[in-house]
C-alpha cells in the first residue's frame, strides 16, 4: 500500500514562496510517477505539476504556474517536492500528492497523462497553501 504523505503548506504573502513536500512510501515497483494537485473552494481539482520518476526530462506543469513553480523528485528519499515562488492568491487551494506505480512491463505515463487526476490510484491527505494579499 502506497501511502504519501505532504508537508510545506502554510499562508505567506502574494509575491512569496513556499516548498511543499510528498514524502512516499509501499512502492512495490521502482518505476512511478507522482503529481502535485490542487483544489480551491467551490472550485474542481486541477493538475499543478507532475514527473516520472524515471525521466529528468519528463516533467508537465499547467500553464497558470508555468516560470514561477518547480517539480522535483529526491529518488533516494522517494520524496517530490513543489517548489512555489512569486505565489499569487490565486494559488490558494489545498494541494493533494498524487501517486501511481508502473510496473516495469508497462510504458511510463506520457506527458498528455501526466496531470490527469484520473491516471492516479494513491493521494495524501493535503496540505493547504493560503496566499494573501
Known amino acids: 500500500q502506497v501511502q504519501l504523505v505532504e508537508s510545506g503548506g502554510g499562508s505567506v504573502q502574494s509575491g512569496g514562496s513556499l516548498t511543499l513536500s510528498c514524502a512516499a512510501s509501499?512502492?512495490?515497483?521502482?518505476?512511478?510517477?507522482m503529481g502535485w494537485f490542487r483544489q480551491a473552494p467551490g472550485k474542481e481539482r486541477e493538475g499543478v505539476a507532475a514527473?516520472?520518476?524515471?525521466?529528468?526530462?519528463?516533467?508537465s506543469y499547467a500553464d497558470s504556474v508555468k516560470g514561477r513553480f518547480t517539480i522535483s523528485l529526491d529518488k533516494a528519499k522517494d520524496t517530490m517536492y513543489l517548489q512555489m515562488n512569486s505565489l499569487k492568491e490565486e494559488d490558494t487551494a489545498m494541494y493533494y500528492c498524487?501517486?501511481?506505480?508502473?510496473?516495469?512491463?508497462?510504458?511510463?505515463?506520457?506527458?498528455?497523462?501526466?496531470?490527469?487526476?484520473?491516471?492516479?490510484?494513491?493521494w495524501g491527505q493535503g496540505t493547504q497553501v493560503t496566499v494573501s494579499s
Open positions: 498524487a501517486a501511481v506505480n508502473i510496473a516495469n512491463s508497462e510504458p511510463s505515463l506520457p506527458p498528455w497523462l501526466l496531470l490527469n487526476q484520473e491516471a492516479y490510484g494513491y
Open positions: 514527473l516520472v520518476s524515471d525521466s529528468d526530462d519528463s516533467t
Open positions: 509501499g512502492f512495490t515497483n521502482t518505476r512511478y510517477s
